[in-house]
Structure formats: structure tokens, C-alpha cells
């Protein structure tokens, strides 16, 4: 498995987050979903650090960030942690790439906690209701049960639900590390603690308010998209001033592993404008 060695680490309300920066230039901060982590930048990063100093980090019950019993990993903090991070890093106006919940994490942080950016790119972003699977739904109400499964079962529940964020077919070898962090008694529990944590009031407290981001946003969307149809971000960049849209073919919700060299592109050209 390729090693993604997230060496710096910030206290965050007790609980430890790990991050690393890397490249030279003018800030850029990428922001993963769930159920990932910062891996998912793996095939971006190392081109945007050419240009650019890349901030990025596991958001807390993901990755190598702390995973515990009775933690908070809802929308409703990571927003705060993504201001206190900003604040850490000595960050003014930085450029933010975020993709699923980060989005939702960039946009509340935006918007509640009036951190700025010079620019927002939204990559099939939790932003407009409605959401959440069927499988989301139901392991919400059954949580504990999930919890107790036998572990290769849950293994095979995790490989599924990943593989149907991408619209390639991925092999086993690709996919380990999407799966690894949520294997074992900890990692079991805490992907079950961050699905019954899903809580779609998190979006509808600034779904409102989109018309008054600050900052230029561009919107890519994976046309294969299963977990959240392209219909929801035509949606979005309609009530975002000014928002560009990008769709992309051929790629599903993972469009980091579907197209990366498009997000490459898009966030370049972007950036240069």
C-alpha cells in the first residue's frame, strides 16, 4: 500500500488531527469527504505543490486523525476546526479545494465562521438537500447493530460502499487505502460513529445563504456521479454568484480517482485566472 505519511499533527478540542504541508507559493488548502481521508489528493497534490504550498489533513474520525468512542466528527465542528486550522497555519485568504463533506465544511466555515478565501472549488460537494443513501438512512437507525458486525463483513460493506463512489473499476490493491483506516475494533466503530453523525440540518443551516459567498467558486461535478446526481449541483452553481461549472464525463463521486488529471486542470486554470 502507498504510504501517505501525514508527519505534523494539531490539538483540536483534546483530540489529535494530523496534516502536512507541502510545495512552495501561494496557499492551498484541500479538504476530503467521507467516508476518506486526505489519501484522496494522492494523484493531485504532488502537481498542485509545483505552484502552490498544499495544505492538507485528515479531518478528525478519519484517516490518521484520533478516532474514540463518544467523539464529535459531525459537520457541525469541522467547520470549526477547519477556522482554528486556517488560524494555526497563519493563513489569509488561502485558495480551498474541498470535496463532499468538505465542501459542507468549507461552505459553513465560509459563511458561520467568516474565514475568507481568495477562490472555492466544490468537488461533488454535500451542499443542497436533499442527501444521504439509503444505506446512510438505515445505518443511522441501526448503528449499534453495524458496529457489532463480524469484521469481515463489515470489511466487505466498506469495499462495497467505496467502490460505489467511483465509476472505474478499481482493483483491491487500489482500493486498500480507502478501506484500511476503517478495519479493526477502532477504525469498525468509528466508520459507523461518522455515518450515524450524519445530520442533513448541518447543510440546511447555510443552504440559504449560498447568494452571499464571498469569493469566486467553481463547481465540478462527475456525470457518473451515483451518490449525489449532477441534477443537485446544476442546482448549486445556479444559486451561487457567479459560480463556474465544470461536469466531468466519466467520473463518479470519487472524481479523484475517476479524472484527476481534470481536477488538475480545472483547479490550474482557476487558480490563474
Known sequence: MKPWPLDQHYKFRNQTVRFRVEGSGPPLVLIHGTPFSSYVWHRIAPHLARLRTVYLYDLPGYGQSEMRQGQDVSLGVQNALLAELLAHWQ??????????????????????????????TLIDPVAVAPWGSPFVRHVREHSAAFEGLPPYIHEAIVKAYVRGAIARDIPDDELAPYVSPWLG????????????????????????????????????????????????????????????????ARAGHLMQE??????????????AA
Open 258 to 271: 475517476d479524472a484527476p488529471e481534470a481536477i488538475v486542470a480545472a483547479v490550474l486554470d482557476f487558480l
Open 185 to 248: 475494533d477502532t477504525g469498525q466503530a468509528a466508520f459507523y460513529r461518522q455515518i450515524a453523525q450524519m445530520d442533513q440540518r448541518y447543510t440546511d443551516e447555510v443552504e440559504s445563504r449560498y447568494a452571499q459567498i464571498r469569493c469566486r467558486t467553481q463547481i465540478l461535478w462527475g456525470e457518473d456521479d451515483q451518490w449525489i446526481p449532477i441534477e443537485r449541483g446544476l442546482h448549486l452553481a445556479s444559486i451561487v454568484p457567479g459560480a463556474r461549472f465544470v461536469p466531468v
Open 91 to 120: 493563513l489569509d485568504r488561502p485558495d480551498v479545494v474541498a470535496h463532499d463533506f468538505g465542501g459542507a465544511t468549507a461552505l459553513r466555515a465560509h459563511l458561520l465562521d467568516g474565514c475568507e478565501y481568495r477562490s472555492l
